[in-house]
């Protein structure tokens, strides 16, 4: 029997380095199913060159014009098929039965979304590898509200690997949000009454490497979003609860470094971890700040350009 029509929507800018091996690994896959893929580019590097070289579909779109949200939403437009699957364009897909396993939660009509694994790669910096390790762990798991409440986790609904229903989408757009438009899509996919997984075996190798500003403006731009997500409608997390998450978490990276032999990365971690604290607080404040201010610390400034606030509804 065929499995489902799947859709990758990938959103690629300069990835070179990574994408043609990406697009081999998912043209091996072991799925007896039909697929296409959506490139989504603005690069200008060889990007373009070496993903026309695969029967993929191709759209340019300029820099100054991606959000996330709503670039994808437009992805979805116009594919068709029964599910849509996201892949961040740098990963690297861990087994030849990723998309299968993925896939194969579907077989439940409550499922809206399955997010799957991030592994950090061998080069990740020992505070990178300590929040990916924490956040995306082997064990399977099923994003539940508590009380009608979501509970935060660190994550609960990752683009970077993932696959959702159509069907589901048709009814619920991602938001066009700064960040975090997956996890508001999940929130609300939830409270309509859909059941969201998370799928430990489906895997993906994938780590950044920030420096200290990247950091800062990352984190920004997550504090910014947070109280939409999370401090909304159908959350309960208080900038109380980010305080004592924080400090646990900081507890832990500090016993990973050790128990692992990273010392000597301690005091680079202390002012690691004061710029992401740093981050996350200015940016829950970002909407007393003035426009110039908000460009200057957040990452995605073309975001500020486009829009008023951190979400606006998709059309």
Known sequence: MNMPKVSFILSTRNVEKYIGSLLESIFSQEYDGEMEILIIDSSDDRTPEIVKEFPIKYIWLEPEDYNYGKTRN????????????????????????????LISH??????????????????????????????????????SLEGGKLKKS???FSNVNSAIRRSVWEQIKFPVMLKGEEE??????????????????AAVYHSHK???????QECFDTGAFMPVVYQGEGADY??????????KYISGEFR?????????????????????????????????????????LCRKKNHWDKYDGVIKEAA
């Open 74 to 101: 437009e992805g979805a437009a116009i594919t068709d098929g029964d599910f849509l699957v996201f892949l961040s364009a740098d990963v690297e897909i861990k087994d030849k039965r990723w998309l299968s396993k």
């Open 238 to 247: 208080s900038m109380k609860d980010v305080f004592i998450d924080g400090l």
């Open 154 to 156: 660190f994550v609960f």
């Open 106 to 143: 579907f077989s439940n009509p409550e499922v809206a979304g399955v997010y799957g694994r991030h592994i950090p790669r061998e080069d990740a910096a020992p505070m990178e590898q300590f929040f990916i390790l924490r956040t995306y762990p082997p064990q399977s798991d099923q994003v």
């Open 256 to 296: 990973f470094m050790i128990r692992n032999g990273y010392w000597h990365w301690i005091p680079y971690a202390i002012i690691y971890d004061i710029m992401k604290f740093l981050g996350v607080f200015l940016g829950s404040k970002q909407k007393y700040m003035p426009l110039w201010m908000k460009r200057a």
């Open 184 to 201: 508001e899509w999940a929130k609300r996919a939830l409270l309509a009454g859909y059941k969201i997984l998370y799928d430990g075996d």
């Open 210 to 216: 920030y420096s200290l500003k990247t950091i800062f």
